[in-house]
């Protein structure tokens, strides 16, 4: 394995598991952009090089191609751990269901375990899936979740559960200095136009002049935050003296047929919405509570829609005129 020299001065060193995706590799800028130097470790099963492509000229950052669902080893001093590395989208987990359980508790635990033995900060990239189909509006930390763990869902919503559940075991049994970020749903470059996820889907059909695919009568709701805020918010969250779950995400809600039609405006293209039936468990409802990273944070997101989707529009719009 490549890591940095154990001489190193006293600056910073932050692993990210998951590390060419699309949060990982943002995070990854973010932590370069603040003076650390960075090991990001990714298997590649749905990550991309293209996302870290251009940090493999930076002498604070190294890439190692990893499973960490097996042991993980690195010499040398580390600070800080990030564990990102999951299937995130549902197209994702639903043709992985075994390896996104396994990276969620196995993969969690060889991240803990290495955050324990270099007595490092640990972060979890935990997600609102943990409140499954809400019951509580919007959704506040202390909100228990209503989710079906033998639905196709629950191998996704259920491994981040478990993670947490071993996240704070750690805290509480090896006083680990652990932080659990719960995100909502984020876009942004870098996301794949094929990962089944509104954003990528709707923009990907918008600039190929095809119908959007809209499940269910749309009136579903969602609430988008730009990555860049994001992980502004993972690391504020990364230096805090919380331990419990912190809500990321932009409170501002649409339904997805809003949001469709808001695509079809933005793009200018002649697509229309097409509706098809529901999938199994989808949450009708999805917004978050962000008061407490506002109050121990400090933080709430700044770029707002407009910006951010035309940023998002503008990534993707190459990849699609090269396959037309």
Known sequence: MNVFSSQRSSRKTSVVTGGAGFLGSHLSDRLLAAGHQVIAIDNLLTGNLRNIEHLFGNTDFRFIEHDVTNFIYLPGDIDYVFHFASPASPIDYLEFPIPTLKVGALGTHNALGLAKAKGATYLIASTSEVYGDPLVHPQKEDYWGNVNPIGPRGVYDE??????????????????????????????????????????AFIGQALANEPLTVFGDGSQTRSFCYVTDLVEGIFRLSTSDTHAPVNIGNPSEMSIRDFGEAIIKRTETSSRLEFKSLPVDDPRVRQPDIALARKLLDWEPLVDFETGIGKTIDYFRPFIESAG
């Open 159 to 200: 491994a981040k559960r478990f993670a947490e559940a071993m996240t704070m075991a750690y805290h509480r049994y090896h006083r680990l200095d652990t932080k659990i970020v719960r995100i909502f749903n984020t876009y942004g470059p870098r996301m794949r136009l094929d990962d089944g996820r509104v954003v990528p």
